[in-house]
């Protein structure tokens, strides 16, 4: 596994040289591709797959086979989970899905920031829908746990947001095992404008009835943003306690530039979108353990949120998380990422 590692770096070096968004695709289908043959799929198990009884976790009557998922925005349209699968991921959050496809904000969207081990990115949830999405879930070989991330589409006024939640909640409802709300991306204009706590109420409480109402309540989570205050964190905590929903996913990218390593003119060149990875990984874990103490831990919690290594990751749960999940770890550490970690959590 250690040669592994080192010939991601050298593969890396390669592959941060293409456009960004580009190589995503290019990977990912070749990916899916070597799943679909039977001797590269063994292998590819071989190599990432990484089983251990004290790494299962059961959360909402829910046993996974790990506790490291790979968070939303990866797979937005549901395409790779099998290929996921494979790589040894506990679970996989697709999305964020709106009930209509979208092609999200113009291109380039996608920027690296090798010196801070960081992405900057404006996608603007494209997607091809959630209706989409859950057809091609049907048809998914491997058994592994899916998260649905649902969120608005960008010319849908806030007002009317609700319809779009309910529209993607029931097209996924029979094919994912968890739902998350995201109100938190900092690329769809006004959406995080829903975080507060009047709308974000009736969010919730909409889609809690809608849930107790179409069989076995899935459940229901909120991906909140890194750049809340303490004040808006004590808010969140009341509103999970109000709507009795199941948990938060912490955190999504941060509109926060300070700190970083990379020259600030290229920075600004850059302009506007959610910063990931490794600067975002204190902020994260603050808010992860401010709400876990301020609740009592009584709130279950997915940590996100510049998580690469064991040590990220342990970093997390020590914060008071059940599961964690990554990102631009995984675009930086390269395909062996869950195993790695689920290695170093039992070690
Ligand atoms: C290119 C990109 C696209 C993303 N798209 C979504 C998305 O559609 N929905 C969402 O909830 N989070 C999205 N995220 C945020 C991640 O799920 C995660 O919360 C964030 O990147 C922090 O984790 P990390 O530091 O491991 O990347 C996206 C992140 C990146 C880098």
């Known amino acids: 596994m250690y040669l592994c590692t080192r010939m991601y770096g050298i593969i890396r070096k390669i592959l941060f040289s293409i456009d960004p968004?580009?190589?995503?695709?290019?990977?990912?289908?070749?990916?899916?591709?070597?799943?679909?043959i039977t001797p590269l799929r063994a292998?590819?198990?071989?190599?990432?797959?990484f089983k251990h009884p004290s790494?299962?976790?059961?959360?909402?009557?829910i046993t996974f086979?790990?506790?490291v998922g790979l968070a939303a925005g990866f797979d937005k349209d549901a395409k790779y989970t099998d290929a996921l699968a494979a790589l040894g991921f506990g679970f996989v959050e697709i999305g964020t899905l709106t009930p209509r496809p979208q092609s999200g904000n113009p291109k380039p969207r996608l920027f690296r920031l090798p010196a801070d081990r960081a992405l900057i990115n404006r996608m603007g949830f494209n997607n091809e829908g959630s209706e989409i999405a859950a057809e091609r879930l049907k048809h998914r070989k491997e058994k592994l746990i899916i998260g649905g991330n649902i969120g608005k589409n960008k010319d849908t006024p806030n007002e009317d947001a609700i319809?779009?939640?309910?529209?993607?909640?029931?097209?996924?409802?029979?094919?994912?095992?968890?739902?998350?709300?995201?109100v938190s991306s900092p690329n769809t204009p006004g959406l995080r404008a829903l975080q507060d706590k009047e709308p974000l109420m009736h969010i919730l409480h909409t889609l809690t009835q809608l849930n107790k109402s179409l069989g076995t309540p899935k459940p229901l989570l909120l991906k909140i943003a890194p750049d809340l205050t303490n004040e808006q964190l004590d808010d969140i905590i009341?509103?999970?306690?109000e709507t009795e929903i199941q948990g938060l996913v912490a955190t999504n990218t941060t509109i926060d530039r300070s700190n970083l390593t990379t020259d600030k003119a290229a920075v600004e060149a850059i302009g506007a979108g959610g910063l990931s990875g490794a600067p975002v990984r204190c902020r994260a874990t603050e808010v992860i353990s401010y709400i876990t103490q301020k609740s009592n831990g009584t709130i279950p919690i997915i940590a996100v949120g510049g998580i690469f290594t064991a040590a990220d990751a342990k970093e997390k749960l020590d914060a008071g998380a059940s599961l964690v999940q990554v990102y631009t770890g995984f675009v930086?550490?390269?395909?062996?990422?869950?195993?790695?970690i689920c290695k170093g959590l039992i070690s």
Do not use: C
């Not at 968004?21 to 591709?33: A, D, F, I, N, S």
């Not at 009341?238 to 306690?241: D, G, L, P, R, T």
């Not at 930086?332 to 790695?340: K, R």
């Open 163 to 182: 319809k779009d939640y309910e529209a993607s909640f029931r097209h996924l409802y029979d094919v994912v095992d968890y739902f998350v709300v995201n």
């Open 65 to 67: 086979p790990n506790p």
């Open 238 to 241: 009341n509103i999970v306690k």
């Open 21 to 36: 968004e580009k190589v995503h695709y290019m990977v990912m289908k070749r990916l899916q591709w070597a799943y679909n």
């Open 55 to 61: 790494l299962q976790r059961t959360l909402w009557g």
């Open 332 to 340: 930086y550490e390269g395909p062996a990422t869950a195993s790695n």
């Open 43 to 49: 292998l590819l198990k071989n190599m990432y797959h």
